[in-house]
């Protein structure tokens, strides 16, 4: 099955790489006893370095499972519970007086009331703060990171909202219970008994942005015009800041294929099935009911067999990932792409390169991989606008936008580095292409940043030459796409 699987993957993934305009793909498929790979593409355009299987990128949510594995370990051992009050397993007062009573499965099913959030960003340069100072120093201040705190920090527990923060505070308490340091911690219990040997966390330890550290450059789309990504760290590091490859993170969904088999691994089988029980419904991007685990996504068990597991994943701005487990068909398939694509913002399953291979993947080993595929012509096509000077600055804008104003990140962006590694994955000319441009645009924006009033001014003041090139660029409107009317709406 495999063999038939891993040959359409890879005649098809250039072309999916090409139409979608992501510059590296790449996707491992495993069942309990096999595990293959196939890539396409460059892990950094300029200097030309092949994306593969092997190449390290940040992962996002991805850390999610792995922090709610260390958790269900913790309450393997009897050292908490699901139903255990969260004050009782963090320091004293950490959460300030007051904190309304959420137990730690509602953190872990993103139900303890903490507001939606991106991954509360920092310069990669800024000192790494350890995880339980940063969730008390974020609970003193009370406010949510984006756009300088428009929102509060939590609401009413009960409901559904995703939020990174909200599994860094159970990561949190994965690091008061055991007496160490996260990274250290999900390193041997997860990691190294997974085989991740590719795998760290960002948690200051070390400089996944070193070079010579063979890491994929993630890129800001426009059209096929691509800017690598501002280097950040996360601050919620249990949320969001692991770092592995397709390959390394195929060997913890095989892990965890064993462990839905009957076999103890990471987990015994009751803990797993705890994980992947529908607690709370959530956002159906799939088209199908979705339901949120312990810190896992779950589609409708009413699948029967289609049923899947796993979880969506970004890491700002220039990554996504998809990783499913289907326990039925004794099948995972994680995938990862490194273009986020500006115009729209959100890059749902169902547009992405990585969400796509793996929808493919679990499709054809259901009923069969296609006995034959069209001609799959994979080179890069132009499908955006040519640069100008003006739209360089609009670039400039929204990159200024999401990384000085989203993310309230302070620190001033690498121009320089971000403009010199620009390039097109087209064969269109690119000789409109300003730098100098861009880095106007990113000072507009850093000049009135955080304020999301005063951003969203500015995006209506490009006026309607952006907003058709938004359209060209791939939007679903005609407007300056900024997510401000998300993530600084009146509370909820």
């Known amino acids: 099955m495999l063999d038939d699987v891993m040959t359409a993957l890879d005649t098809v993934l250039p072309r999916l790489a090409a139409v979608t305009g992501t510059p590296g793909v790449a996707v491992a498929v495993a069942t309990?006893?096999?595990?293959?790979?196939?890539?396409?593409?460059?892990?950094?355009?300029?200097?030309?370095?092949?994306?593969?299987?092997?190449?390290?990128?940040?992962?996002?949510?991805?850390?999610?499972?792995?922090?709610?594995?260390?958790?269900?370990?913790?309450?393997?051992?009897?050292?908490?519970?699901?139903?255990?009050?969260?004050?009782?397993?963090?320091?004293?007062?950490?959460?300030?007086?007051?904190?309304?009573?959420v137990t730690t499965a509602m953190l872990a099913a993103h139900e303890a009331g903490y507001y939606s959030d991106i991954v509360t960003a920092t310069a990669h340069t800024a000192p790494a703060e350890p995880v339980l100072d940063y969730v008390r120093r974020r609970h003193?201040?009370?406010?949510?990171?984006?756009?300088?705190?428009?929102?509060?920090?939590?609401?009413?527990?009960?409901?559904?909202?995703?939020?990174?923060?909200?599994?860094?505070?159970?990561?949190?308490?994965?690091?008061?219970?055991?007496?160490e340091p996260y990274g250290a911690r999900v390193h041997r219990e997860v990691f190294a008994p997974a085989g991740m040997t590719d795998t760290s966390i960002d948690d200051g330890t070390r400089n996944p942005w070193a070079p010579g550290t063979g890491?994929?450059?993630?890129?800001?789309?426009?059209?096929?015009?691509?800017?690598?990504?501002?280097?950040?760290?996360?601050?919620?590091?249990p949320g969001v800041g692991m770092y592995t490859s397709a390959t390394d993170f195929a060997r913890l969904l095989q892990s965890l294929l064993r462990t839905a088999r009957?076999?103890?691994?990471?987990?015994?089988?009751?803990?797993?099935?705890?994980?992947?029980?529908?607690?709370?419904?959530?956002?159906?991007?799939?088209?199908?009911?979705?339901?949120?685990?312990?810190?896992?996504?779950l589609a409708d068990p009413d699948l029967g067999d289609d049923w899947w597991w796993g979880h969506t994943a970004a890491f700002p701005w220039g990554f996504w990932w998809e990783a499913r487990v289907w326990p039925h068909r004794d099948l995972a398939a994680v995938a990862v792409g490194n273009r986020w694509d500006m115009a729209r913002f959100h890059n749902p399953a169902t547009r992405s390169a990585p969400g796509l291979a793996v929808e493919w993947a679990g499709r054809w080993a259901a009923s069969g991989a296609p006995a034959k595929l069209p001609d799959m012509d994979g080179r890069p096509r132009w499908t955006g606008p040519r640069p100008t000077p003006e739209s360089s600055r609009w670039m400039g804008v929204l990159t200024g936008e999401r990384t000085h104003g989203l993310l309230a990140v302070a620190d001033p962006l690498p121009v320089k580095t971000l403009t010199e590694g620009a390039r097109s994955?087209?064969?269109?000319?690119?000789?409109?292409?300003?730098?100098?441009?861009?880095?106007?645009?990113?000072?507009?924006?850093?000049?009135v940043a955080p304020d999301p009033a005063a951003l969203g001014a500015l995006g209506r003041e490009l006026g309607p030459a952006a907003a058709l090139w938004?359209?060209?660029?791939?939007?679903?409107?005609?407007?300056?796409?900024?997510?401000?009317?998300?993530?600084?709406?009146?509370?909820?």
């Open 32 to 101: 309990s006893d096999e595990l293959r790979t196939a890539a396409t593409g460059f892990a950094d355009l300029a200097a030309r370095t092949p994306m593969t299987a092997g190449t390290p990128a940040p992962a996002g949510s991805l850390t999610k499972p792995v922090t709610g594995l260390a958790f269900m370990q913790l309450a393997e051992a009897g050292a908490l519970g699901l139903d255990t009050l969260v004050d009782q397993v963090l320091p004293t007062g950490l959460r300030g007086p007051g904190a309304a009573p």
């Open 140 to 179: 003193e201040i009370g406010r949510a990171v984006e756009y300088g705190g428009v929102l509060p920090l939590v609401t009413a527990p009960g409901s559904y909202s995703y939020s990174s923060f909200g599994v860094g505070v159970l990561g949190g308490v994965v690091e008061h219970v055991t007496g």
């Open 470 to 492: 938004m359209l060209e660029c791939g939007a679903s409107s005609a407007d300056v796409t900024m997510p401000v009317g998300f993530y600084a709406h009146a509370p909820r």
């Open 215 to 237: 890491g994929a450059t993630g890129y800001l789309a426009f059209g096929d015009w691509c800017l690598p990504s501002p280097p950040l760290r996360t601050s919620a590091y």
């Open 425 to 447: 994955l087209g064969d269109g000319d690119a000789g409109g292409w300003d730098p100098e441009a861009f880095a106007r645009g990113v000072s507009q924006a850093r000049a």
């Open 262 to 297: 009957g076999d103890r691994g990471l987990v015994g089988p009751e803990s797993l099935a705890a994980m992947v029980t529908p607690r709370t419904a959530r956002p159906s991007p799939h088209g199908v009911r979705s339901f949120s685990g312990l810190t896992l996504e």
